[in-house]
């Protein structure tokens, strides 16, 4: 696949910005991914899949010691859809005695992993850095914590500033589980669409966009003779989409017997392990056997 889209670049350099254009709703599409896999402390895979929060915006609250409500929080899992001091943001702080001003304390990042934890079925926490200005580096951190409940679709508890301008919040959910899995409830389900369904949209509208355009301009600059009623010399890069079907098995063809000889090289390697194992096996019995007759002499 990747030879075959580097022969079509080489081939037809007039069509690269229609594939950066992809490239770049691609990159749109899949960014809030929302769903990590990582190692337990036994080397294990551990996913936490929480697509059916994503965009799902929750409120909490912070408290002084005598139990007051000093400071609001709200928090956008997987996305930066709060507008918050002059941008959008994931995480944003409101205190009370500082009304209206917002401050941010995170920005989500897809790159940032979380630490897990099998305590309790599974506890997922991640750092999320919010704005660096107004707080020691690395500035203002999110730290929230999904916590696995298997009774709750999602419940957050009460922030916690452990340290100045680092602000942590529990979230119990099923969805934190290990070992399990739960649909989406049909209102969550419904109500948004999956990344991967929105790029194909947006790829789909552009490729529609880009016929249009390019059938247009190829009629009236290129064949201006014939106009628009010459649909086959119309089309915009035709040769290039009339190569990319045989570069396309070229490229197949090149990684299968890539794969093939990969595969030969695995399985000839597996039979010289195994063949120098029982050779070993070999001289050492017939070392013992000629110990033994030494012995018995």
């Not at 049909?186 to 194909?200: A, H, P």
């Not at 070392?287 to 002499?297: I, P």
Request: charged residues 20%; negative net charge; contains cysteine.
């Amino acid at each position: 696949f990747f030879l075959s889209c580097t022969l079509i670049l080489r081939s037809a350099m007039a069509s690269s910005s229609f594939c950066i254009v992809a490239l770049c709703l691609f990159h749109i599409g899949f960014s809030n991914s929302c769903e990590w896999t990582v190692l337990d402390n036994n080397q294990e895979p551990r996913t936490l899949d929480l697509s059916c929060l994503s965009g799902k915006v929750l409120e909490a609250s912070q408290s002084d010691d005598n139990g007051n409500i000093v400071t609001d929080y709200s928090f956008s899992i997987c996305d930066n859809s709060l507008s918050c001091d002059n941008g959008n943001v994931m995480a944003a702080q409101y205190p009370k005695d500082l009304a209206p001003r917002c401050f941010n304390v995170g920005i989500y990042d897809p790159s940032v992993n979380p630490k897990y934890s099998d305590i309790s079925g599974g506890q997922w926490s991640f750092t999320y850095i919010g704005d660096p200005t107004d707080c020691p580096q690395p500035g203002r951190e999110w730290i929230p914590s999904f916590i696995c409940d298997s009774t709750t679709e999602y419940q957050i508890g009460a922030v916690t500033e452990i340290q100045k301008c680092n602000y942590a919040v529990s979230i119990r959910t099923k969805f934190a589980c290990v070992d399990k899995h739960y649909e989406c409830n049909d209102d969550q389900s419904s109500s948004t669409l999956s990344g991967g369904w929105i790029f194909i949209i947006i790829f789909l509208s552009v490729f529609v966009l880009y016929c249009i355009v390019g059938y247009i301009v190829m009629a009236k600059t290129v064949n201006k003779e014939r106009g628009f009623g010459d649909f086959s010399n119309n089309i915009p890069n035709k040769t290039l989409w009339i190569k990319c079907i045989f570069l396309v098995i070229a490229g197949c063809s090149v990684t299968k017997e890539y794969l093939i000889q990969k595969l030969i090289k695995k399985n000839q390697d597996d039979y010289d392990i195994s063949h120098d194992g029982e050779s070993g096996e070999d001289e050492s019995t017939s070392s013992n056997a000629y110990q033994l007759d030494l012995d018995t002499n």
